[in-house]
């Protein structure tokens, strides 16, 4: 099954940008909606943004114009740009796959059941 492994956390002042990105390997990326999800301090684990195999994107609104989610399916990999970022978007992000669910049911209804985890980066935004 999938291996996922996220990597480009780390501290940024509120406005900068960061630049995560995840390998996924042992699975043909063709086949798999992907995502990134984020878990601030003592709240609930969020869908930011998913990326459907037919390339539809969806991006919860708070991240709206701010942040780029991107996949290169020949390279096995997922992306999101992430720019002027406030303190608000601090958290553990993680990369995220699914064999059959849809962007919205991987965002939005059903994040408790996505087939693959990465084990998370943390993103700290602060002066």
């Known amino acids: 099954q999938p291996q996922l492994v996220e990597s480009g956390g780390g501290l940024v002042q509120p406005g900068g940008s960061l630049r995560l990105s995840c390998t996924i390997s042992k699975f043909n990326l063709d086949h798999l909606t992907v995502g990134w999800f984020r878990q601030a301090p003592g709240k609930e684990r969020e869908g930011v943004s998913c990326?459907?195999?037919?390339?539809?994107?969806y991006y919860t609104d708070s991240v709206e114009g701010r942040f780029t989610a991107s996949r290169d399916n020949a390279k096995n990999a997922v992306y999101l740009q992430m720019n002027t970022l406030s303190p608000e978007d601090t958290g553990v992000y993680y990369c995220a796959a699914d064999r059959s669910l849809s962007v919205q049911a991987m965002c939005i209804y059903r994040t408790e059941s996505v087939d693959y985890w990465g084990q998370g980066t943390l993103v700290t935004v602060s002066s």
């Open positions: 990326i459907g195999r037919n390339g539809a994107t």
